[in-house]
């Protein structure tokens, strides 16, 4: 029988070989850690479709982030959850709002941590949407403001990065504007250009106590069929001024994560999000199938898609992966 003069299993004899030919790197530092905190004290609630993740009051979450310090992790993501709601989801721009606190405290112990801060209204409008309503449709115009109001408060508070994941139009360059007029212009826009209206937000809604009361959120998330329109929603972010953008969820879509990456001059970032997480969680529980070597896998192929910068839950237990 004829062999060629290449076998590519020559390089893959034993582990040392492997590493060598290795073409996707996954390192501790391109992962972030969603964090969700709540008012009060003493407060540490598990979220039952996320095993592993808590809603903390601000007090409880610095031993959190003691550990993600002491992984090496160079950031993470707030969400907050709010002590009240209203239609204009007035507590997401407060100064004594759950995010703002959190990010002064963990600054103040931590002053290298990268903090990313998610500008959205859904945790903290009464009706649940990302925006103002104008009866039963968002009224994306009038809910700019507030979006910027939400962004420079997270500035004042001394986030590093502001992160909107509202889907309205013309969003990213109204939050710059404000950033830079109210006199940070170091802080950076994460533009979640690409997100899509997906089933895989579902355990999230029960962390962030976000899901809406009507309706859903189809009128201004992207159709997951879209392709070519989640480039022209890029291509907008970055013209009005984002500084890096994000695809959101990461797996269905690693195919957008890839064209982002190869058509645009940004940093890409992808959203391992809730549902991918607790999908492995839930079949490893079962015994159908490895989770250390599932959730490797899957950051790598999220990773190997184009992805600079991974948000994700797995964050501290890859790390401690990574760096054994």
Known sequence: ??????????????????????ETILAVDQLVYPLFVMPGRDVQNAVGSMPGVFQFSVDRVMAEVDEIAALNIPGVLLFGLPSMKDERGSE?????????????AIKDRYPELVIITDVCL?????????????????????????????????????????????????????????????????????????????????????????????????????????????MREVALDIEEGADMVMVKPALPYLDIIRRVKDEFDRPVAAYNVSGEYSMIKAAAACGWLDENRVMMETLTAIRRAGADLILTYFAKDAAKLLQS
């Not at 003069?5 to 492997?18: D, G, I, S, V």
């Not at 690409?194 to 976000?210: L, N, T």
């Open 1 to 22: 029988m004829y062999f060629p003069a290449y076998r590519p299993r020559r390089f893959r004899r034993t582990e040392n070989l492997r590493r060598m030919i290795r």
């Open 122 to 230: 859904c945790e903290y409008t009464s009706h649940g949407h990302c925006g103002l309503l104008r009866g039963h449709e968002v009224d994306n115009d009038a809910t700019l403001a507030i979006l910027s109001k939400v962004a420079v408060s997270h500035a004042s508070a001394g986030a590093d990065i502001v992160a909107p994941s509202d889907m309205m139009d013309g969003r990213v360059g109204v939050i710059r504007r404000s950033l830079d007029e109210s006199g940070f212009e170091g802080v950076s826009v994460l533009a979640y250009a690409a997100k899509y209206c997906s089933a895989f937000y579902g355990p999230f809604r029960e962390a962030a106590d976000s899901a809406p009361q009507f309706g859903d959120r189809r009128a201004y998330q992207m159709d997951p069929a879209n392709s070519d329109e989640a």
């Open 92 to 104: 997401a721009f407060s100064e004594s709002g759950a995010v703002q606190q959190a990010t002064r």
